[in-house]
């Protein structure tokens, strides 16, 4: 049995699967899933597991290189947006249409039970070389 980390033996065999460049979205339970991406859906309840949560527990298990928020998200979710530009040094704002476009090329969409305004994000694959 694991130890540490992404316990969630999905996730954590899509994680070890995951090349340089590959992107993870972490999605608010109002975000839609594309057709053809893989979901994994966490929340049990709204607001649980949190969005902010779920994306402390990834960043510590995976090595990430810049991400993706909807820039709706600075102006409608302050808290959340301050909360991942604590977390993360390289953020690029998109329009949340845009951003909804992006999350096609997901290996993988994390659901959450988050219910506050555009807490989603894209998280794209670097390397620990």
Known sequence: MKKQGILNRE???IFAKLGHTDQVTIADCGLPIPEG???IDLSYTIG????????GTVLEDLEVEHAFIASEMESQNTKVYETLHSKLPAITKLPHENFKQLTRKSKVIIRTGEATPYANI???SGVIF
Do not use: M
């Open 122 to 124: 894209v998280l794209q």
């Open 48 to 55: 649980k597991p949190s969005f902010t949560e779920i994306v």
């Open 37 to 39: 991406v893989r979901c």
């Open 11 to 13: 996730l954590a065999a």
